[in-house]
């Protein structure tokens, strides 16, 4: 095996393991944003005095994150982990 097939598959690992973390971070801390939108905490965009109120541009950032993309992607990065493991201890 040459060392960029096992960079490759390291890095196959790497990018399962981050999605799957990070999605399952994001599906715990989903409580603790629903309730910060919900207190007010979050607010909406500032009004701008170049632009009327109406419109100003939508917040980029979800107050909460979607529970069916996440574990989508919480099973892509399983998949992809394992995968990169599998290959890993195979090779």
């Known amino acids: 095996m040459s060392f960029y097939d096992e960079v490759l598959r390291e890095l196959l690992l790497a990018l399962g393991a981050a999605l799957f973390v990070g999605n399952l971070y994001a599906l715990v801390r989903r409580r603790a944003d629903h309730r910060r939108t919900v207190t007010g905490l979050a607010r909406g965009p500032r009004?701008?005095?170049?632009?009327?109120?109406?419109?100003?541009?939508?917040?980029?950032?979800?107050?909460?994150?979607?529970?069916?993309?996440?574990l989508v992607f919480l099973a892509?990065?399983?998949?992809?982990?394992?995968?990169?493991?599998?290959s890993l201890v195979a090779g």
């Open 47 to 70: 009004p701008s005095r170049y632009r009327p109120p109406d419109r100003v541009a939508q917040a980029l950032d979800l107050p909460e994150a979607p529970i069916g993309r996440s």
């Open 76 to 86: 892509l990065g399983l998949v992809i982990m394992i995968w990169g493991l599998a």
